[in-house]
Structure formats: C-alpha cells, structure tokens
C-alpha cells in the first residue's frame, strides 16, 4: 500500500511524483502506451492511481481503467465536474483542484492553498506539503463541487476575456472590470447547467480574486483559450444558454 499509481509524467504529473517520492511512497510510473491491464496486475493494489493525463484524454483514461485500481482513483484536471467520473461509474474519488502552476524549467509555482477531496485527500496533502506546496482537506460533495467550479471559472474567466483584453489577471480587474464580470456570469450560468446546482456568484468571484491576489501577473490567456471557449459555447448550446458575450467573442 506504499505505492501510489502515476498515469502521465508531464508537467504536473512530475510535480505529484516528486512529492510523493519526497513523502516516502513508491511512485509506480504508467506512460502514454503501457499496458494499463499488465501493470494494474503487476501492482493491484496500490495506495492511489493518481490520473495526470490532459483534459482531453482523461474520458478514455477513466473508461480503460482496470476494475481494481478504479476505487483507488485521483483526478486533477482543470475543468473537471463530478458529471466526468459518474458518466464512468466512479463513485467520490479523491479530487484535487491544482492551485499551483508549473512551467518547463520553472519550479512549481502556488496560487493559493490546493484543496482536495477523497479518501486519498491526507496523502496528497503529505505529498505536496512535503515539497512546499500548500494543500488543504475538504469535504466530498458540495464543498468539493463549489471549489472545483471555482477554480473552472478562474481558468475560463481569464482564459476568455483574455481573448479580448490580453494583458494579466490584475489587469483584467483593475481595467476591464465589467467586462470580467460579464464572462464570469456567462461562465457561472454554464457551471450550474453542468453541474445540476446553483451557486453562490458573489462567492466564486471573491474566491476568483483571492487567487487573482495570489498571482496578480499571471497572463489571462494562454494557447488551450480558443478550444476552452469553443468547448464553453457547445456547453452552452446544449443547455439552451444565450451567453452573448461569449458568442461575441467567437466573433
């Protein structure tokens, strides 16, 4: 039970497996062409299978996953919603909403404190405190869910606004505040469809400028911006949503 699974060593993937190595765990490595099936039998029972693929590959991921490693699954996507592991059949794994950034050649950088959920939640709070990462336990169900769209419309705010302001996350506020706040309802009204809940808009804007606050010279747009608006308008489609300022942008 001292290993901890680690599907994808790109960026972060390497963060986690640093800490994890940092905290004392054997960090067992599953790169893009493994056989999956040989090493869940290899290694069937480990401590956690942490899933660090991208955001596009992480449906095929979760469906191709063994049988055994499937209650011991941890997630760390961006734009992730409990809708993405119930269409699996997953059932409350340990969530983690990454707060930190790291670019190559750049140690990792934090925002604000990495809240995450699960029956994992103490371990990757050991591994990440043990690199001086911050990281804090919170509760599965509404806890989790109001930080993960949090964090969704931080990256889909700045991602898109950025697409007509360019400039840093300080910027857009102090500068384009109405603006922000146009995308950031439009983002909202997209993240309670998906998620079957409404939630607190003053509440995910002041969380949203907490970590504005955290890194006020982060760039607001970078190059997954169009495939997220692209992807905010088809959501919106498919829920009936007007969202004009996000159509404008699309030009």
């Known amino acids: 039970?001292?290993?901890?699974?680690?599907?994808?060593?790109?960026?972060?993937?390497?963060?986690?497996?640093?800490?994890?190595?940092?905290?004392?765990?054997?960090?067992?490595?599953?790169?893009?062409?493994?056989?999956?099936?040989?090493?869940?039998?290899?290694?069937?029972?480990?401590?956690?299978?942490?899933v660090a693929v991208a955001e596009n590959d992480l449906h095929a991921v979760l469906a191709a996953l063994p049988e055994v490693w499937k209650?011991?699954?941890?997630?760390?996507?961006?734009e992730l919603l409990p809708r993405d592991w119930q269409a699996?059949?997953?059932?409350?794994?340990?969530v983690i909403s990454v707060w930190f950034e790291k670019k190559k050649g750049i140690d990792a950088r934090p925002l604000i404190a990495s809240p995450v959920?699960?029956?994992?939640?103490?371990?990757?709070?050991?591994?990440?405190?043990?690199?001086?990462?911050?990281?804090?336990?919170?509760?599965?169900?509404?806890?989790?869910?109001?930080?993960l769209v949090r964090k969704n419309v931080?990256?889909?705010?700045?991602?898109?606004?950025?697409?007509?302001?360019?400039?840093?996350?300080?910027?857009?506020?102090?500068?384009?505040?109405?603006?922000a706040r146009q995308v950031a309802n439009a983002v909202i009204d997209i993240q309670d469809a998906l998620s079957g809940a409404q939630h607190d808009r003053d509440a995910l804007i002041a969380g949203m400028l907490e970590a504005f606050d955290g890194d006020p010279d982060h760039g607001c747009t970078g190059r997954s911006a169009p495939a997220r608006l692209a992807r905010a308008i088809g959501h919106a489609d498919k829920f009936g949503l007007d969202v004009p300022v996000l159509r404008a942008l699309a030009g």
């Open 117 to 147: 959920a699960g029956p994992g939640a103490a371990l990757l709070c050991r591994a990440l405190t043990a690199i001086e990462l911050p990281c804090r336990e919170v509760a599965l169900g509404d806890e989790l869910l109001f930080e």
């Open 1 to 50: 039970m001292n290993e901890v699974v680690v599907i994808g060593l790109g960026q972060l993937g390497r963060v986690f497996a640093g800490g994890l190595l940092r905290a004392g765990h054997t960090v067992v490595p599953l790169n893009r062409g493994d056989d999956m099936a040989a090493l869940a039998h290899a290694h069937p029972a480990p401590a956690l299978v942490l």
């Open 154 to 179: 931080y990256i889909l705010t700045t991602n898109l606004a950025g697409l007509k302001t360019g400039g840093t996350v300080s910027q857009l506020w102090t500068q384009h505040e109405a603006f």
């Open 71 to 78: 209650p011991r699954a941890a997630l760390i996507q961006n």
């Open 88 to 94: 699996h059949g997953y059932s409350d794994p340990t």
